[in-house]
Structure formats: C-alpha cells, structure tokens
C-alpha cells in the first residue's frame, strides 16, 4: 500500500496546516529581506541617535538598538503571527512567508497551538511596545530605565526557556517532533535564532541588578552621610 501525499512539508507530517500554500519567495530571498530589514532598523535608529544623543556611549547604543529591533519584532512580527495565525499557512504576505520558512523548525505555529500562541500574545502586546519604551529611556537618561530593563529582559528570557522546554518536552517525553530532520532547521533556525533571547536578555538582567545595587548603595551612603551631619549639629 502506498502512503499518501503529504499535505505540507512540516513535521509532524499528520499535523493539521490550514489551507497551505507554498511560499512564493526562495528562502534565501527571504533571509535576505529579514536582514535587510533588521539593518534598515539599526541604521535609521543610528542615524536618529546620532542627531538626539550623539555622544552616547557605545555599549549604551548598543542596547538601544536592541531594544528598537525588539520593540519592531515583537509588535509588528510576532504580531502579524497574533492576528493572522489561523490563515498565515495560506497567506503570501512577506511576514507570513517569513513565518512559513521557519516553521520548518518548529510547526506549532502554523498549527494554532495553545501556547505559542499565548505566548506571542503576551510578546507582541507588552514586550514590544516596552521594548520602544525602554530604547526612548535610554535615550533620554530616564531614571526609571533599569527597573522596565530588568521587567522586560526577565519576561523574554522566561518565555523563551519555556519555549524550548515545551518543544523538548514534546519531543522527548511525547515523542513528537515539530522540526523537519534537516539539521540545518533545528540548529540556525530554532536553537540560534531563539538563542539570542537567552544571551542577551540574561546580560541585560545582570547588568540592571548591578546598576540597581550601586544606586541603592550610592543612597543609602548618601543618607547614612546626612543622617550624620544632623547628630554632628545637634551635639553642636
């Protein structure tokens, strides 16, 4: 008996894809316009900053910048995915092609699962616009900074732990695999790309507590020294 067709490319091959449509781009032409995007973010980003904050120090323009891409891949990306997931299979839309290709490391978001979809909800609605948030405190030296970079780093780095546990779950525990067999899927696509979201939001956390301690430090020596003074004066 021959085995049927499948229906779509994705693994599980039995999982249920909507109404697929192949992409129409080839997939390097769309590696090649999410990078052109991203580039196009960092260099009008740059160039404004360079007009505002031109003597900003370079590690802090580098956490601007990543913040502005956050802020541009949460609300816009991640969130065409929110409202077009239960037709995105057939659409031709670039986002959605850009989807369709990387599902082919992870099918759960062409197949309406519950927590990918909760989980892009919670991204695209607050993590993207704090992400712009925190990129306009930083360019304007707001004091409230750290604390909104320590609430957004924390939620990204949270929701992807439990985006690669889930996934690792089901495939080891359930024995279900979302990622087609080519390595190239699993190891660029759903370990490298997500693995940004480790690194960085994990730096920032640390970098923030650090920030944070100094200047409860700096206060408490501040209060310390003028709590001193007033005994000095009233012994006078």
């Known amino acids: 008996m021959i085995a049927p067709t499948p229906k779509h490319p994705y693994f599980p ?116 616009p704090l992400s712009f948030l925190i990129a306009y405190m930083i360019a304007t030296k707001h004091p409230l900074r750290h604390p909104f970079q320590i609430i957004v780093s924390l939620g990204q780095l949270y929701g992807d732990i439990l985006y690669y546990s889930t996934s690792l779950f089901d495939q080891y525990i359930l024995d279900i695999t979302y990622t087609r067999p080519e390595a190239y899927y699993y190891w660029v696509y759903f370990v490298g790309m997500n693995a940004f979201w480790i690194v960085i939001p994990g730096y920032l956390i640390w970098s923030s507590v650090k920030w944070t301690g100094r200047a409860f430090k700096a206060l408490g020596s501040t209060e310390r020294s003028m709590n001193g003074n007033g005994s000095l004066k009233k012994q006078l």
């Open 13 to 128: 091959l039995t999982a249920n894809v909507i109404n697929y449509e192949a992409n129409n781009y080839h997939f390097t032409t769309l590696l090649a316009l999410f990078a052109a995007g991203c580039a196009a973010i960092f260099g009008a980003t740059y160039l404004a900053m360079g007009r505002v904050r031109p003597h900003l120090p370079t590690s802090e323009l580098l956490i601007l910048l990543w913040f502005v891409l956050c802020g541009c891949i949460h609300t816009f990306f991640e969130g065409y995915f929110v409202l077009h997931q239960q037709a995105m299979a057939g659409q031709q839309h670039v986002f959605a092609q850009l989807w369709k290709e990387y599902c082919y490391s992870d099918s759960r978001y062409l197949t309406q699962d519950p927590f990918v979809l909760c989980m892009e909800s919670i991204t695209a609605i607050c993590w993207g």
